[in-house]
């Protein structure tokens, strides 16, 4: 199974509507990100999770909100979806790094993916 | 800002060569460097993690780190066909990455 899943893998949806995205993680990890793949601009962060209570924006969080509903479990909602939100969204968990400490060794483990088209 | 620049690519190498992927970094807090693997409509996929100034190998992959030039590469010896995708490279400290845009790599057989 899966470490990290993503609901639903592919979505279209119409200007206005609200969209929820999931994700869930079997790693056990504390930390969580959402992210945006657009072509020619790469992956840029939306929001990021320490842990339940700890939620942060990241480079391009406006028109986007989430959800930290357990350790396991992040979700992203665009509450008025618009036509420039048609992207590729990742999920994304890592750990504290070797030996507990919170930098070296924070890779990012990613879930598959959704692919969003607003139309 | 921190950013993370790759060679724009695409880059092409023929079955067998070595191809070379180079990306610089503006944030001299960066501790932790990796580089993904990305195959068209897939998620990325690590490949390389690099912390220290100096060279890593692991089979035919070397990551290669110059702290005091901001200097990230990875070299890929003996490229197969089945390396051709999209190489991310990306640096940070604590719990931030910063991804480049990407270098697509082609081996052609």
């Known amino acids: 199974d899966a470490d990290v899943t993503q609901t639903p893998r592919n979505r279209i949806t119409k200007t206005g509507k609200r969209i929820m995205l999931e994700c869930s993680q079997t790693?056990?990890?504390?930390?969580m990100y959402w992210y945006r793949q657009d072509p020619g601009l790469g992956l840029r962060l939306i929001y990021y999770s320490f842990d339940v209570k700890d939620i942060n924006k990241g480079e391009i969080s406006d028109g986007y909100s989430v959800s930290r509903q357990a350790q396991a479990k992040f979700s992203l909602s665009l509450e008025s979806a618009i036509p420039n939100q048609t992207a590729l969204y990742f999920c994304?968990?890592?750990?504290?790094?070797?030996?507990?400490?919170?930098?070296?060794?924070?890779?990012?483990?990613f879930g598959p993916g959704t692919r969003l088209t607003v139309l | 800002q921190k950013e993370v620049e790759q060679n724009s690519g695409p880059l092409s190498v023929p079955e067998g060569a070595i191809a070379s992927l180079n990306c610089t970094y503006s944030?001299?807090?960066?501790?932790?460097f990796f580089w993904y693997r990305q195959y068209s409509g897939k998620s990325p996929e690590l490949i390389m993690f690099i912390y220290s100034n100096g060279d890593k190998e692991d089979g035919r992959f070397t990551a290669q780190l110059n702290k005091a030039s901001q200097y990230v590469s990875l070299l890929i010896r003996d490229s197969q066909p089945s390396d051709s995708a999209t190489y991310l490279c990306?640096?940070?400290?604590?719990?931030?990455?910063?991804f480049g845009k990407g270098t697509l790599l082609t081996v052609n057989p």
């Open positions: 994304a968990t890592s750990d504290l790094g070797p030996r507990g400490t919170s930098g070296v060794g924070n890779e990012q483990f």
């Open positions: 944030d001299r807090g960066s501790q932790s």
């Open positions: 790693k056990g990890h504390d930390r």
């Open positions: 990306c640096g940070g400290s604590n719990y931030k990455l910063t």
